[in-house]
């Protein structure tokens, strides 16, 4: 932002029109993505907008009568695969079930890449959104301070260690693992495995550091093979694990995609699940419950966490920021594809 123009001033349409040699009509055409104005004109007022740092008024926009309508989510998954996944089917649902009361819209964008700064940055700049829900948190994730310098209003859906000044809603991974492996170690696995997502989320690194810790203070052998949430590469990790001298008696996966593709792969190997090999699942979707034999797995209430997500985006877009909202670590529930592994 540059203090010429606004210093410590916000800065307003008529500030972007002056700068880009337009009127502030046109102006506001291009920030709201309307027809009106040529391609050149649109790009030139936008890159204008980003290098001021202009935002919209949500306050003016509340008091037009417009009030605050629309979330934006953006989601770094190829669209084959979110189809595939149910966890973001029920966060979705759980989202708009508090959206719909509200009167208001989501906004959803899948990304491949790292573009997720770029599109919440347009989002905002051009007045789309209100505010946005922040999702698959990295390790040291650089839309936490890009999106903390753009003012938007956010919510971040993971722990308070990642999510820097915005408010987070969040589940304690590191409890629920670690519930996991004891209940593994308890049916008398003495070599357990995990299939985990992609190291650098978060949540993963969180559940693998549990992970790792329970482990050596039972003495079990462990071992974490990285999969993508895929049932592919879920499929791939499994049988890498069953390749090994000293298999696994048992495995814990991050999703019940990965855990159910799983349960083909221990067939190809000839073992019986779960008198050979037991598997666990996470999240609980009713994927566990289709499968023969049902998968045990660690229940997360998914849509209530998608519901608190937006109640607590939208105190932050009224200036009623909550504090950080726990939601109740997943819970074990024991099903037919575990059990003590053979002598």
């Keep these: 932002m540059t203090d010429s123009v606004s210093g410590e001033r916000r800065v307003t349409i008529k500030d ?38 202009w935002r919209p008024n949500l306050a003016a926009s509340s008091l037009s009568g417009r009030g605050l309508h629309t979330v934006g989510l953006v989601i770094a998954r190829p669209a084959r695969l979110l ?20 009167s208001c819209s989501l906004l959803l964008r899948l990304v491949e890449g790292g573009e997720e700064i770029e ?32 003012g938007l209003p956010a919510v971040v859906v993971g ?11 969040w589940t ?3 409890e629920a693992i670690t519930e996991a492996v004891r209940y593994l170690a308890a049916l008398g696995h003495r070599r357990v ?66 855990a159910v593709a799983a349960l083909g792969v221990a ?11 037991s598997l666990l699942a996470w999240d609980d979707s009713q994927l566990c419950q289709l499968t023969r034999p049902t998968l045990s ?17 939208f105190g932050v877009m009224t200036n009623r920021p909550p504090a950080e909202r726990l939601v109740h670590a997943p819970a074990l529930v024991p099903r037919a594809s575990t059990a003590p592994p053979r002598s």
Aim: aromatic share 6%; net charge negative; proline share 6%.
């Design 172 to 174: 304690e991974d590191a």
């Design 193 to 258: 495995a995990r299939v985990s997502g992609p190291p650098e989320l978060g949540h993963s690194a969180i559940r693998t550091a549990a992970f790792t810790e329970v482990a050596r203070e039972l003495g079990l052998e462990a071992r974490t093979v990285v999969a993508d949430f895929s049932a592919d590469q879920g499929s791939r990790a499994c049988r890498t694990l069953l390749l090994t001298p000293d298999r696994p008696t048992a495995i814990v996966f991050d999703n019940d995609v990965m």
């Design 297 to 313: 797995a660690m229940r997360h209430d998914v849509f209530s966490f998608g519901a608190q997500a937006a109640e607590a985006l």
């Design 267 to 277: 067939a190809e190997f000839g073992l019986s699940v779960p008198a050979d090999l």
């Design 83 to 102: 189809g595939l996944e149910p966890f973001y089917m029920e966060f979705i649902s759980g989202i708009e079930s508090v959206l719909v009361r509200r």
């Design 119 to 150: 599109v919440h940055r347009e989002w905002w700049q051009g007045g789309r959104v209100n505010g946005s829900i922040l999702v698959d948190l990295h390790v040291d994730d650089p839309r936490i301070p890009a999106l903390a310098e753009l």
């Design 159 to 169: 722990h308070p260690s990642l999510a820097g000044p915005f408010t987070s809603v």
């Design 16 to 53: 972007v029109a002056a700068r880009a040699g337009v009127s502030t009509a046109a102006v506001s055409i291009a920030l709201h993505d309307r027809p009106g104005v040529s391609a050149s004109t649109k790009e030139r007022i936008l890159a204008v907008a980003r290098e001021l740092g």
